[in-house]
């Protein structure tokens, strides 16, 4: 199939790659030539403006916007959709709010084009590990790009089978799925971010107990511990039930460097974890662990602990994502 991409950033650029090595024909616009220009060596076709990629694809188009989320998104979707034609298809795949996906949708659906707001993850390793995708929009739309999702979408790979899946979506075991209308896609995202706060939230906690806990003054005498964070980082990583893709990056961070002395402990947030204790109180949703880790947050621009470093490794292992620069 063909897709149009626009914006080249560490999402943007591989999830090109991956769709050029499943044999899929990808045109792409950044307003940064460099990255353009690195993909044209390996089978893209670089437009040189919105315009231009427009006309590089055949109807019905399916063009997907990879840009940060707000205005230059917005704008983005804005001028596309005056230069596409009715039965085209546009998608966000960023990490846009699920109530602008509904607004856009209604819009876009006026002018006789389909929409879909894609929740992505698999951060900057996606290109080899494959891209989780949570679908949002119309059936018929996801139906006709269903290859380019299976394309990205990791697969089943060494995971176990679930029991009592019969009959049941096989899409999912696959790592993509639709997930409803417009707007499902980008709120099972939001969702899903903060499950990942409270996730990092309580490994960054246990491991600051881990290191608070080995003998030192003022701890009553029976702490007489020297825990090795590191090792005990990697013996739950084998047959624990807390084994996950994010205590292998802890792991590998406090191998590097037990103290985590890159990091200063402040760390950000991108939105998602916010719209999702939004999201909780319109719907009247007791999310006690996902408001905490979200305010945490907010409290490590005051003040640092071990435990906010630890966040901050794990934000740089999956998404690339640095401190800000000390003033």
């Not at 626009?6 to 650029?13: D, K, Q, S, T």
């Not at 707001?117 to 929009?137: A, F, K, N």
């Not at 099972?188 to 960054?204: P, S």
């Not at 990583?237 to 893709?245: H, I, K, L, M, N």
């Amino acid at each position: 199939m063909q897709l149009g991409m626009i914006g080249l950033g560490r999402m943007g650029a591989n999830i090109v790659r991956r769709l050029m090595k499943a044999g899929h024909e990808c045109a792409v616009y950044d307003r940064d030539p460099k990255p353009g220009a690195a993909l044209a060596g390996e089978g893209a076709v670089v437009a040189a403006d919105l315009a231009d990629l427009v006309s590089k694809l055949k109807a019905p188009r399916a063009i997907w916007v990879m840009l940060p989320a707000g205005e230059i998104t917005e704008a983005t979707l804005t001028d596309l959709a005056a230069l596409v034609q009715p039965g085209d298809t546009l998608i966000d795949g960023g990490n846009a709010f699920w109530k602008d996906d509904v607004r856009r949708g209604q819009e876009l659906a006026a002018k006789g084009l389909h929409y879909l707001d894609i929740g992505t993850s698999g951060g900057v390793h996606g290109l080899e590990r494959g891209y989780c995708l949570m679908v949002g929009g119309d059936k018929a739309g996801f139906d006709r790009l269903e290859p380019i999702f299976k394309a990205l979408a990791p697969g089943k790979g060494d995971i176990p089978p679930s029991r009592h899946r019969d009959g049941r979506n096989p899409a999912s075991e696959q790592g993509y799925l639709h997930c409803g209308p417009v707007g499902a896609g980008h709120f099972v995202k939001m969702v899903h971010n903060g499950i990942e706060y409270g996730m990092m939230q309580a490994f960054a906690e246990g491991f600051d107990l881990l290191r608070n806990a080995s003998a030192k003054d003022g701890l009553p005498p029976e702490y007489g511990f020297d825990f090795d964070v590191a090792e005990i980082a990697e013996v739950w990583r084998r047959g624990s039930v807390v084994t996950s893709w994010l205590l292998d990056l802890t792991a590998e961070a406090l191998a590097a460097d037990e103290e985590l002395s890159a990091y200063t402990g402040h760390v950000s947030d991108s939105g998602e974890g916010r719209w999702t204790v939004q999201a909780a109180v319109e719907t009247a949703t007791p999310a006690e662990v996902l408001t905490s880790s979200l305010y945490t947050r907010f409290r490590s621009r005051k003040d640092h602990t071990f435990a906010e470093k630890v966040l901050s490794a794990m934000r740089a292992g999956f998404g690339g994502h640095v401190e800000p620069k000390k003033s």
